[in-house]
C-alpha cells in the first residue's frame, strides 16, 4: 500500500538560517510533489516532479527554494535562507493509480504525508 | 488561471444539522474535482471527487454535484456529527497538472 513518510515533523530555526526536509515514499511512484501551506489556507504547489525530472516548479521561490529528486524515488526540499513567512506546513504527495480505474486523465489517487511544520523566528 | 474559491468559515453547526459548504472553480475545459478533509492533527484525506458534468461524488454522507453550467461543487450533508469537525478543502485537477486548492473552511459542530 501507498504511504509517503517525511521528516522531520517539526523544526524551529531563525531566520536566514538554512533547513531541508525529506520525502520519502514506500514504494516508488512517478509522480511527486510538494506542497507549501500557510497556516490558514489551502496548500499551494511548490514543485512537481516526474521520475527525476521538474514538471512544473513556476511557484517556487528559486532564489530561497530549492528541491531534488533522488534515482526517481526520494525527495528533498531545501530552504536557504529562511524568512519569517516561510513558516508553514510543508506537504510532500505523491500519485497512484486509482484501483479497479483505467489508466488515464485524473484516475490518479493522491496519498498526502504527514507533513513538516516549520516555524522561522 | 485555474483556481477555486470556498466560502469562508469558520462554519459553526449542531449536531444533526444540515451542512452547506460552497466551492466555485474557473478552469478552462473540463477539470475533476474534488473534497478533501484534514482532521485535526492528521494529514490531508480524499473525501470525494467527481471527474466529469452531474457527476455525483459521495462518502461518509458527504455529497457534492459537479455543476459545469454553475462551475461548482457543492459540499452536504444531511446530518452533521461532532465527528466532523475539521478543515474542509476544494479543490480542481487538470490532466496532467497538480491539484489546486481553495484556501478550506473551518467545521466545528457541537453537540
Known amino acids: 500500500e501507498a504511504g509517503v513518510a517525511q521528516s522531520p515533523r517539526y523544526k524551529i530555526i531563525e531566520k536566514r538560517q538554512s533547513v531541508a526536509f525529506w520525502c520519502n515514499p514506500i514504494?516508488?511512484?512517478?509522480?511527486l510533489y510538494w506542497y507549501q501551506q500557510i497556516l490558514g489556507q489551502g496548500p499551494k504547489l511548490l514543485i512537481q516532479f516526474q521520475n527525476n525530472g521538474v514538471v512544473d516548479d513556476s511557484q517556487l521561490p528559486k532564489d530561497r527554494f530549492s528541491a531534488e529528486r533522488l534515482k526517481g524515488v526520494d525527495s528533498t526540499l531545501k530552504i536557504q535562507p529562511a524568512k519569517l513567512e516561510d513558516s508553514a506546513v510543508y506537504l510532500c504527495?505523491?500519485?497512484?493509480?486509482?484501483?479497479?480505474?483505467?489508466?488515464?486523465?485524473?484516475?490518479?489517487?493522491?496519498?498526502f504525508g504527514s507533513g513538516t511544520r516549520l516555524t522561522v523566528v | 488561471g485555474n483556481s477555486v474559491t470556498q466560502m469562508e468559515g469558520p462554519v459553526t453547526l449542531s449536531e444533526e444539522a444540515f451542512l452547506t459548504i460552497n466551492c466555485t472553480y474557473t478552469?478552462?475545459?473540463?477539470?475533476?474535482l474534488f473534497w478533501y478533509v484534514q482532521y485535526p492533527g492528521e494529514g490531508l484525506q480524499l473525501l470525494l471527487k467527481?471527474?466529469?458534468?452531474?457527476d455525483k461524488g459521495s462518502n461518509k454522507g458527504f455529497e457534492a454535484t459537479y455543476r459545469k453550467e454553475t462551475t461548482s461543487f457543492h459540499l452536504e450533508k444531511g446530518s452533521v456529527q461532532v465527528s466532523d469537525s475539521a478543515v474542509y478543502f476544494c479543490a480542481l485537477q487538470k490532466a496532467g497538472t497538480a491539484l489546486i486548492f481553495g484556501k478550506g473552511t473551518t467545521l466545528s459542530v457541537s453537540s
Open positions: 467527481a471527474t466529469k458534468a452531474d
Open positions: 504527495a505523491i500519485t497512484t493509480p486509482v484501483r479497479g480505474e483505467r489508466m488515464g486523465r485524473s484516475n490518479y489517487g493522491y496519498t
Open positions: 478552469a478552462t475545459g473540463y477539470p475533476s
Open positions: 514504494s516508488g511512484h512517478a509522480t
